[in-house]
Structure formats: C-alpha cells, structure tokens
C-alpha cells in the first residue's frame, strides 16, 4: 500500500509570464525579439487576463504595453531629475522664496 506523508504546506500561487520584449518598443512582425521570463502573484495574472479578454488582445500584448507605458514614464522622470540637477549645477534656478511668492499671487486670483 502507498502512503502519502501529509505535510502542512503554504500554497503561494505564483503564475509565470513569458512576454517578448525588445527596449519597450511597439512589436512588429520584423522587430526582433527577446523572450523575458517572471513571476506574478495570481491576482495580478487573473486581470491580466481579464483586461485581455475584454479588449480583445493577448495576455502578451497587454504585458508589452504595460512595460513600455512604464519604461516610458520613469525614462522621462529620469531624464527630467537629470536636467534638473544640471541646471542647478549651471546655476539656472528660482528661489524658492520666488516661487512661493508667485503661487501665492496666483491663489489669490483664483475663484473659490
């Protein structure tokens, strides 16, 4: 007779995602492509899955608009911190006393 060992055991469910990627870019049929393997709670793959169905795309498409929407966005915060940071070593900035000045005046022209 075979006998199972009952074990207590923690299910963490984890589902794994291969999506084609290539630097966030829209995928054309000539674009070459690189596969990308990760993990993702249950949760996030069930919407997914449900955001695929509901327009009507696949579950990669929508992970590569994901991706790049994300790329996109923190690039440009990236970018703009670093000119940021190099004006202010150029010495092109405002005092802050300026600014609150200016904000102030323009509350103040506001309608409730």
């Known amino acids: 007779m075979y006998r199972k060992f009952a074990r207590k055991?923690?299910?963490n469910e984890v589902y794994q995602i291969?999506?084609?990627f290539n630097g966030g870019k829209i995928?054309?049929?000539k674009t070459?492509?690189?596969q990308v393997t990760f993990k993702i709670?249950?949760?996030t793959n069930d919407r997914l899955a449900a955001l695929a169905v509901a327009t009507r795309r696949t579950k990669t498409f929508v992970l590569e608009e994901a991706v790049s929407a994300y790329l996109d966005y923190n690039e440009w915060q990236i970018q703009s911190i670093q000119r940021g940071l190099e004006d202010m070593k150029a010495g092109r900035v405002t005092p802050i006393e300026?600014?609150?000045a200016e904000l102030e005046a323009e509350l103040e022209n506001?309608?409730?």
Do not use: H
């Open 41 to 43: 709670p249950k949760e």
């Open 32 to 34: 070459k492509r690189q």
């Open 98 to 100: 300026d600014v609150i």
């Open 9 to 11: 055991a923690y299910i």
């Open 18 to 20: 291969t999506i084609p």
């Open 110 to 112: 506001c309608p409730d």
């Open 27 to 29: 995928m054309t049929t």
